[in-house]
């Protein structure tokens, strides 16, 4: 099969966030598996220079953006065997940064209608088109609108993924044919509420809409959860499904990482402990055998920081200590600036995103706090599990799918249902309790790291919906 994945950032060019792990790893699990996957995303000016000089010019053309006309260089970058088609525009792409801007709206209007000419112009005719979040939204509704019928694009099936529903895309009306050139008699395949919703047009027009995760797929149905678009996906809810994502196993492998103090396996899992005592030096902490906590997170209220500021020193005294590192709002910024002072040798928190640092926390600590308020997928607590540290999730969206309790059978963590800081606060504390049963944690370390959570897995999930979609030549 041929398949093009759009995504606003991918590794290795560009990333903000998850989708850029996803965009990175699934198109080449795919690929893996025998069917020819590429990746389009946006030539950003940020993109390593190193990576600037592996790419090959293919060709120019010019985009209609409303009344406009814009240039688009097209460059082709190979890496670990998938093509990269990155779509060149120094007006909307030469800058510092990814996204926000005061333009998006027109920056990925742009890309979206691109990614369709672009095939007129490349050797690669894709069978399916994966759209990725709001800012390839439009790729679904433009090929229903401008592109169906013409001659070159017939039988083209396109996918709209929902890596998270809070973000939409949704702008004033005038965008509509200023910026988008739709004509105002397809306004309904955008107006929600009154403003133009991108994410809206790909759920109206995309042939299938997958989420990160099965639990997702139903959650966002309620209003809950939807940030008001549940009215749209409850009508379109038969072609909607979820498929959990997976995580790198390679570049998250303790058998081989080469930022942790010592590597381990499953087999072998004493090099945990060296891992562990390195961690607690690195971060002055008070060497002993209580249990480390750690959190990798963004401090935003929706990661559940609420609940953990709630119960946090009666969680402290129970006997543990904490590795934290994150960013994100002040108030919780401040929060855990606060316990690291009050608590210097029980207590680290390094504000900012250190990525060798997030992997010696994942290898070295005993257990991951993860209490999300709503998580689509969520990768951290399958890294975690990989590096045998054992997850403390709430059962929410992705997180309800790959953590099972540790009180049931092949449970792999510790899990609490209601959005309540003393739920939270028992679930640790039968997480310390098993951590005091040794032979009974050392089981569950072992258990969880056999979990399978690689991309492998997750892309025969896709391969099969793309089937579904275009039966293979």
Request: with cysteine; charged share 25%.
């Amino acid at each position: 099969m041929r398949i093009l994945y759009a995504a606003s950032e991918a590794l290795p060019y560009a990333a903000s966030g998850g989708l850029a792990d996803v965009a990175g790893s699934l198109p080449a699990a795919v690929k893996r598996a025998g069917h020819d996957c590429r990746i389009v995303l946006p030539l950003y000016k940020n993109i390593k220079p190193e990576l600037r000089e592996g790419l090959e010019f293919l060709c120019n053309f010019t985009v209609d953006v409303g009344w406009r006309k814009q240039y688009c260089g097209v460059f082709k970058g190979v890496v670990n065997g998938v093509v990269y088609y990155l779509i060149d525009n120094e007006y909307y792409f030469g800058r510092d940064g990814l996204y926000g801007f005061y333009d998006d709206c027109e920056r990925f209007v742009f890309f979206s209608r691109a990614i369709l000419e672009m095939l007129k112009h490349i050797d690669f005719k894709p069978q399916v088109i994966n759209c990725n979040d709001w800012q390839t939204a439009l790729v679904p509704v433009y090929y229903q609108v401008f592109y169906k019928y013409q001659y070159g694009y017939d039988g083209i099936k396109t996918v709209f993924t929902i890596h998270n529903i809070q973000y939409q895309g949704k702008y004033g009306m005038d965008v509509l044919n200023d910026v988008m050139g739709i004509p105002m008699y397809h306004t309904r395949l955008l107006e929600y509420d009154g403003s133009i919703n991108m994410m809206k047009g790909a759920i109206e027009t995309a042939d299938k809409i997958t989420t990160v995760s099965p639990s997702y797929a139903w959650e966002i149905l309620d209003p809950w959860y939807s940030y008001s678009l549940d009215r749209v996906l409850v009508n379109k809810q038969y072609k909607l499904c979820g498929f959990l994502n997976g995580i790198d196993t390679d570049l998250y492998n303790p058998d081989t990482d080469p930022v942790i103090a010592k590597n381990f396996s499953a087999k072998d899992i004493s090099g945990k402990a060296e891992c562990k005592k390195a961690l607690l030096s690195e971060l002055n902490l008070q060497e002993g055998d209580e249990p480390v906590i750690g959190i990798v997170t963004r401090f935003v209220s929706h990661k559940g920081i609420d609940l953990i500021k709630y119960v946090f020193e009666d969680i402290l005294n129970m006997g543990v200590k904490f590795a934290v590192l994150g960013a994100g709002e002040k108030i919780y910024e401040d929060f855990f600036k606060e316990m690291a002072w009050r608590h210097p040798d029980r207590v680290s928190v390094t504000l900012g995103f250190v990525p060798e640092l997030a992997r010696r926390i994942y290898a070295s600590a005993d257990m991951f706090l993860m209490p999300s308020q709503s998580e689509p997928c969520g990768l951290a607590q399958m890294i975690s599990m990989r590096y045998g540290t054992i997850p403390i999730v709430r059962e929410t969206g992705g997180l309800r799918d790959s953590v099972r309790d540790a009180g049931g059978e092949n449970g792999n963590g510790f899990t609490f249902k209601t959005y309540n800081a003393h739920d939270m606060f028992d679930a640790v504390r039968r997480a310390k309790d098993c951590y005091n049963d040794r032979s009974r944690w050392n089981k569950l370390v072992v258990d969880a790291m056999n979990n399978d959570f690689s991309w492998d897995s997750s892309a025969q999930l896709y391969i099969g919906l793309y089937r579904e979609l275009a039966p293979e030549d």
